[in-house]
């Protein structure tokens, strides 16, 4: 059985390798170019060129118009996909930086499709991150980062939000209900910095700066013990004189 199948390797790989350089050569026609010419700038048979450019087409690699090949949907997908783990590492690697300048964990977090996502934590050992033990998307009335993203709404999604994820006390510190918790988001300033104490995890104090680009809500949250609570103010102020510098970074995650 083995046997019979070893030759099929080769042969796989070689359809690959002729696939490939077809969509070289497509690439490098802004206009697009007909079968016969990539054949040749393939250094492919016409039928085999034939061939790969009709399963192409058919996966969505490839777009045949007015008798020409261009590039399709499934290549700029491609290319996005490995964008996007660019802007995930860039957004990694800031995160990082300012933990490490700051001495706390950093957050950075959107509103996206209705829920809260946090997308990337920098923590430590020594300086972790608040550990999730109540569901995080569920309760963002409770955190900063929650209470940050939602005091950026506008009222319609902010009250379908808290439809989907009722206000309720989590902590002894928690707000108490749905009015008390929208008169809070009201009485914010414009990019003002949030500051949440023991409401999500008893022991801990939040803060989160929002960040708005275009239509999505973003924010950057750090977190300290409670014992080091005097610490809070001046790290997130420090913070906030920096955001304009972060921003170039942080805007990458904002398509994540």
């Known amino acids: 059985m083995a046997t019979a199948s070893q030759p099929a390797a080769p042969t796989l790989i070689g359809s690959v390798q002729r696939a490939l350089r077809l969509l070289e050569a497509v690439g490098s ?9 990539l054949a040749r700038e393939a250094g492919l048979p016409l039928p085999t060129a034939y061939h790969l450019l009709r399963t192409l087409t058919h996966e969505g690699y490839l777009r ?20 996007v783990q660019n802007r995930r590492t860039k957004v990694e690697d800031s995160l990082a930086r300012w933990r490490d300048v700051i001495g706390v964990p950093v957050y950075f977090a959107i509103y996206r499709e209705g829920e809260i996502e946090l997308v990337s934590v920098a923590d ?20 900063a980062i929650g209470q940050c993203l939602l005091s950026q709404l506008d009222p319609k999604s902010r009250q379908d939000h808290l439809d989907r994820h009722p206000v309720e006390s989590i902590t002894p510190y928690t707000v108490r209900n749905r009015r008390a918790f929208l008169d809070r988001l009201e009485g914010l300033g414009r990019m003002e910095p949030l500051v949440e104490r023991q409401e999500y995890a008893l022991g801990t104090v939040c803060a989160a700066i929002p960040i708005t680009a275009g239509s999505t809500a973003a924010t950057m949250a750090i977190s300290l013990p409670l014992h080091q609570q005097e610490r809070l103010l001046p790290a997130v102020e420090w913070l906030r004189c920096e955001i304009g510098r972060l921003f170039s970074s942080l805007a990458f995650s904002i398509s994540i």
Do not use: S
């Open 29 to 37: 026609h802004e206009d697009g170019a007909p079968a016969k010419q």
């Open 64 to 83: 045949r118009e007015k008798g020409v090949f261009v590039l399709g949907d499934a290549v700029a997908r491609l290319v996005g996909g490995g964008a």
């Open 124 to 143: 430590t050992p020594a300086n972790p991150a608040v550990e999730e033990w109540a569901n995080f998307k569920e309760t963002g009335h409770a955190h």
